[in-house]
């Protein structure tokens, strides 16, 4: 079947404007995750979502990130004014909640460039 | 938090060689620990785990184990082939993934 799906697959903006990335997980997972992949951090947790509420928050790295999902399915990560330091590629998996509870599928990601 | 540590940082093997790819973990609460493969543009690939309740599971050409009282998982590889020349990350905890910093593997023909 379809597996997770992201876009844009790259993204190019200058500093300070708005950029929304979108994450299409696979169909009946009920659980989603972003992560952010840097050369200098390597793989990083941002946020998780069980249904459209997102029980931890904690890895997004300040108010300017923000992330939603509606109708249990698609998420949007936003990152408002960005900055060089937001260039980085950005993940999205997603796992069943039962069963098999924490095996997650990726997406390939979307490179974001602030230049 | 978690902080997961994963030697050797590359690894370079000759066509049908074992490769062997260690990590530790600091949190002893972890439960789960999957391996993930990660080629040139795309996302990571899982392709293996293992929960606390279980030392060794394999897969084919693959095999991970668990010690839990050293706090230590390995990922083993055998016969190794070309097409198994990718980036590999270990990751540790429950839902909230901590990761290796990976190790670049080089599968020489």
């Known amino acids: 079947g379809a597996g997770v799906s992201q876009s844009p697959s790259n993204k190019v903006t200058e500093k300070g404007k708005d950029v929304e990335l979108r994450c299409d997980p696979i169909?009946?997972?009920?659980?989603l995750y972003w992560y952010r992949q840097s050369l200098g951090q390597g793989l990083e947790f941002l946020i998780y979502?069980?249904?459209?509420?997102?029980?931890?928050k904690s890895g997004l790295p300040s108010d300017r990130f923000s992330a939603e999902r509606t109708g249990g399915s698609v998420s949007t990560l936003t990152i408002q004014r960005t900055q060089q330091e937001d260039s980085a590629v950005y993940l999205c998996?997603?796992?069943?909640?039962?069963?098999?509870?924490?095996?997650?599928?990726f997406g390939p990601g979307t490179r974001l460039t602030v230049t | 938090g978690e902080n997961v540590e994963q030697h050797p940082s590359t690894l370079s093997v000759q066509e049908g060689d074992s490769a062997v790819i260690k990590c530790t973990y600091s949190?002893?609460?972890?439960?789960?620990f999957p391996w993930y493969k990660q080629e040139l543009g795309k996302g990571p690939q899982l392709i293996i785990d293992?929960?606390?309740?279980?030392g060794e599971k394999k897969d084919q050409r693959i095999a991970v184990t668990l010690n839990k009282t050293a706090k230590h998982f390995s990922l083993h590889i055998t016969e190794t082939q070309p097409e198994d020349s990718a980036v590999y990350f270990c990751?540790?905890?429950?839902?909230?993934?901590?990761f290796g910093a990976g190790t670049t593997v080089t599968v020489r023909a």
């Open positions: 998996a997603s796992s069943l909640e039962t069963g098999s509870p924490y095996e997650q599928y």
């Open positions: 169909s009946g997972h009920t659980a």
């Open positions: 979502f069980q249904g459209n509420s997102a029980p931890d």
């Open positions: 949190d002893s609460a972890s439960n789960y």
């Open positions: 293992i929960r606390s309740n279980v």
């Open positions: 990751a540790a905890n429950d839902y909230k993934l901590s």
